[in-house]
């Protein structure tokens, strides 16, 4: 018989679902695969307003899938770990 699955670990699947249940996170998720990106290349990639990628950038960092680092006048983005 197999052993249940640990309830931690639904609930951080649960969580990180919820997070990545829009496209343009998948598909920001999916260039920063490449290593960090700033927020004008994602922007670029994804084909929305700055602003919006913003929001989503912030809404990923604060559910910890994220990490950010500032290099100038510049952020990059890169993901704390294997996502997709």
């Known amino acids: 018989m197999r052993k249940p699955l640990d309830i931690n670990k639904i609930d951080l699947a ?3 679902l919820k997070v990545l249940a829009h496209a ?3 598909k ?10 700033n927020v004008g290349a ?20 604060n559910k ?3 990490k950010k680092c500032r290099q100038g ?4 983005y890169s ?6």
């Open 24 to 26: 343009l996170r998948i």
């Open 73 to 76: 006048n510049f952020i990059f």
């Open 28 to 37: 920001s998720i999916e260039f920063m695969e490449k290593g960090e990106q």
């Open 42 to 61: 994602i922007q670029r990639y994804t084909g929305v307003k700055q602003a919006v990628t913003r929001q989503h950038l912030k809404t990923m960092l």
């Open 64 to 66: 910890g899938l994220l």
């Open 14 to 16: 649960a969580q990180t």
């Open 79 to 84: 993901l704390k770990g294997e996502i997709l």
